[in-house]
């Protein structure tokens, strides 16, 4: 397990150093305690071997040493009690003999031999005990010094921020604790999470990583280098300077995906639209009895059709086999038909060797027909059905088995009409998830960040009677860790995140929040011992985060490197763009 040599060697007087005692404690309580502290009449706190330490402030890390071990806390509150409080005045910063109180919630148990840090509380401490400020080299190094005893040293470290601004205590994280039990990047605009993605991917590059990153708005358009590709669907304002355009097949598209978006209405509608595709399917599975793509149906021999169906029957049947969308409109017409035809119309006997003329539902299936026909023909979707680029699908299977480390795929270019988006990210996440099921990602581990994420997961396409779920994402949430296949969400609306989806993120890394609803999710999110942290979020400043979750049950505030290829996010120049 990794330490700081400057810590151990010098333990425990480099742990607990006079110029950093804060004061003692004057009250135990389970769930926290309070201390007398000694330094509350000084203007401003301390700085010691390059850092600057509150000695007192509120959020300020601290070590209380115990009869037994040490104790891992945070300040919460400062206060005078009431009969002093007139006592602080405009000249404040003359008293120094203040009698303040500070509050702190009691976070985990530090070992006195090993230094190894434990959530929650081994043996409470006595009253006079002393508090100290944690030294910002040991709260640094909380990441490693929580991990279990007998862990291997970590040979890939991900290099994220510091504790204090002047950036002397840098932390890194393994990426087992970051993306091992999936990862959620949440913040409201300006808070720094776009930052914050992509310091995190820059860090991942320096390493063998497999980061596939679907970039809703082309913000990260800057990344460069030799492992790096970019691809973009549609047409994007703004592209990489080596991006490559992809299209999506529809084959990428299981049946629900059609039903839904092109919402067949009523009775009829819907069973002559699945037929069309069913007779599609074996006209592409055996082409020897299509005619010009599709089935001809109106007064023609069911003989031929059975034949082929007893051959193909399994492959029929799936709801993933392949078909020309675009012969749809023409094959809903052939199963417009009466099921069997007539020896001697209208009065005749039945012949059900052959389907019948034309039944006039036809008509009841043009309202279809023209949204099927939109669709089809919508800029929105022309990546899908009117484009002749390579497949991103194979471009994807190629990434898992080549050397490169990012592979950015830009979605800005696909407009929001019919929820073109939503289905085409929906789409690219079926196609990973099934990758991950064929085990695919068993030696080779596969991150997929999603930008945006609020706009892709919990929605559902369709109306009430072809409703279809978009979950590809969230089944990747639940169920894509034990295949190698982890997900990186980044959102600034964690509430429109389903609540079955954001409690299986094990890390979050939250900036400013200041919704009300935003932090009451993340809080149920995290679990009981983390909510403590909440209160600090709508005060953090631009990019600055708390790092909180499972593997990190000791919630961590960083700030975060700047990026090298800073995200494209800013808003238009008012002073230049309407300047005289």
């Known amino acids: 397990m990794s330490r700081s040599p400057n810590i151990e060697e010098a333990f425990p007087r480099g742990l607990l150093r006079p110029e950093l005692f804060i004061g003692v404690l004057s009250s135990v309580t389970a769930q926290a305690v309070r201390f007398n502290l000694n330094d509350a009449g000084f203007p401003s706190g301390a700085h010691f071997l390059g850092g600057r330490y509150g000695k007192g402030e509120v959020g300020e890390f601290v070590l209380i040493e115990g009869q037994i071990n040490l104790l891992l806390g945070r300040v919460v509150e400062i206060r005078l009690p009431e009969p002093e409080r007139r006592s602080v005045d405009a000249a404040h910063s003359k008293v120094m003999d203040l009698d303040a109180v500070g509050t702190i919630q009691l976070l985990g148990s530090v070992a006195m031999d090993s230094l190894r840090v434990t959530a929650g509380v081994e043996s409470y401490p006595r009253l006079g005990d002393r508090v100290y400020a944690a030294p910002h080299n040991f709260v640094a190094d909380l990441p490693s010094l929580m991990e279990p005893e007998g862990s291997p040293e970590s040979k890939v470290l991900l290099r994220l921020g510091s504790i204090d601004v002047a950036l002397e205590s840098t932390v890194s994280i393994r990426p087992e604790k970051l993306f091992g039990r999936h990862c959620a990047i949440l913040g409201t605009t300006g808070g720094g999470k776009s930052w914050t993605t992509a310091r995190i991917i820059e860090e991942c590059l320096k390493h063998k990583a497999k980061i596939i990153l679907l970039d809703a708005t082309g913000e990260y358009r800057g990344f460069s280098g030799p492992f790096v590709t970019h691809f973009h669907l549609g047409s994007p304002v703004n592209t990489a300077t080596c991006s490559l355009p992809r299209s999506l097949p529809p084959t990428c598209f299981v049946e629900s995906d059609f039903i839904a978006l092109f919402e067949p209405a009523g009775k009829v509608q819907g069973p002559k639209m699945r037929a069309a595709m069913r007779s599609l399917r074996l006209a592409k599975l055996v082409p020897t009895i299509a005619t010009n793509g599709i089935i001809k149906k109106i007064d023609q021999s069911k003989g031929p059709v059975i034949a082929a169906e007893a051959g193909v029957a399994a492959q029929l049947d799936d709801p993933r086999q392949d078909f020309d969308v675009h012969k749809l409109s023409a094959q809903i017409e052939q199963e417009c038909v009466y099921p069997d035809a007539f020896a001697s119309y209208p009065k005749g006997s039945k012949d059900p060797t052959k389907w019948g003329s034309d039944s006039g539902e036809l008509s009841y299936c043009l309202s279809l027909i023209s949204r099927i026909s939109a669709v089809i023909t919508s800029p929105s979707f022309s990546c899908v059905f009117n484009c002749s680029d390579p497949a991103l699908t194979t471009a994807i299977d190629d990434f898992i088995i080549n050397d490169q480390r990012l592979l950015r795929i830009c979605l800005s270019g696909v407009a929001y009409e019919f929820k073109a988006r939503e289905i085409v990210a929906n789409a690219i ?31 559902q396409i369709g109306g009430e009677e072809t409703v279809a779920r978009l979950d590809a994402f969230e089944l990747i949430a639940k169920e894509g860790r034990k295949f190698g296949l982890n997900i990186c969400l980044t959102t600034q609306r964690p509430r429109d995140i389903t609540e079955g989806v954001l409690s299986q993120m094990g890390t979050l890394v939250v900036h400013r929040l200041t919704n009300d609803r935003d932090r009451e999710v993340v809080e149920r999110a995290c679990g009981e011992i983390d909510r403590s942290a909440s209160s600090f979020l709508p005060n953090l400043k631009p990019g600055e985060a708390a790092i909180i979750g499972a593997d990190f049950p000791i919630p961590l505030t960083i700030h975060i490197f700047p990026p090298e290829a800073q995200p494209k996010s800013d808003g238009p120049n008012y002073q230049n763009c309407w300047g005289i």
């Open 429 to 459: 996440g079926r196609h990973l998830l099934n990758k991950a099921r064929a085990g695919a990602f068993a030696n080779s581990p596969v991150v997929v960040a999603v930008d945006e994420a609020h706009n892709f997961l919990g929605r």
